[in-house]
């Protein structure tokens, strides 16, 4: 199985700051087929399914603001939030689906300073 | 609209058994791969299982294989899991997702408590 790990496990940023989220996986993700990375991020809010932020690493999601962004390559991957606000409160996990058992990471929890 | 609705979800006692629903709305049910993933009181994520549009290929997390069966009825727009010989540790919220491969569409989840 490959295991996914996030870093840190919680952050708190002051509004209009940097948020920086680390994923490690224990494998390489990247599909030869696609030259793409099979890896994915989720904003999880308290009370509410997961929401598809970006995929293929680095491909953001329709609708979602563009302070969001993914990149990284091979087995180490970032989310980055340019400039964090009140709504980007939430739990984010990376998730790999080059394999079967499809895996999260553990989670980050981002808190506003 | 995409739509994805879990229910079925209830109280049952350990060693019981459940059957979870997924009903899809907004596009061609048939055609998409769908997923299980389950998220324990306060814990991460789960994924559980896999079914492609055809049932032709399923897959098992370790951590059910043999007590759930995912299935589908096209026919119905409907996605499900039976669970059978719960546990404490299967007490959780169920989401149904679809799969692009990544998981586009989640579902609201359904809570399904194993307790006596």
């Known amino acids: 199985d490959i295991v996914m790990t996030q870093s840190p496990d919680s952050l708190a940023v002051s509004l209009g700051e940097r948020a920086t989220i680390n994923c490690k996986s224990s494998q390489s993700v990247f599909y030869i087929t696609n030259n793409k990375n099979s890896l994915a991020w989720y904003q999880q809010k308290p009370g509410q399914p997961p929401k598809l932020l970006i995929y293929w690493a680095s491909t953001r999601e329709s609708g979602v603001p563009d302070r969001f962004s993914g990149s990284g390559s091979g087995t180490d991957f970032t989310l980055t939030i340019s400039s964090l606000q009140a709504e980007d409160v939430a739990v984010y996990y990376c998730?790999?689906?080059?394999?079967?058992?499809?895996?999260f990471g553990q989670g980050t929890k981002v808190e506003i300073k | 609209e995409v739509q994805l609705i879990e229910s079925g979800g209830g109280l049952v006692q350990p060693g019981g058994s459940l059957r979870l629903s997924c009903a899809a709305s907004?596009?061609?049910?048939?055609?998409?791969?769908m997923n299980w993933v389950r998220q324990a009181p306060g814990k991460g994520l789960e994924w559980l299982s896999y079914?492609?549009?055809?049932?032709?290929?399923?897959y098992y997390a370790d951590s059910v294989k043999g007590r759930f069966t995912i299935s589908r009825d096209n026919a119905k727009n409907s996605l499900y899991l039976q669970m059978n010989s719960l546990r404490a540790e299967d007490t959780a919220i169920y989401y149904c997702?679809?799969?692009?491969?990544?998981?586009?569409?989640w579902g609201q989840g359904t809570l399904v408590t194993v307790s006596s």
């Open positions: 997702a679809r799969s692009l491969p990544h998981f586009d569409y």
């Open positions: 907004g596009f061609t049910f048939s055609t998409y791969t």
């Open positions: 998730q790999q689906y080059y394999s079967i058992p499809r895996t």
């Open positions: 079914i492609t549009s055809t049932s032709n290929t399923i």
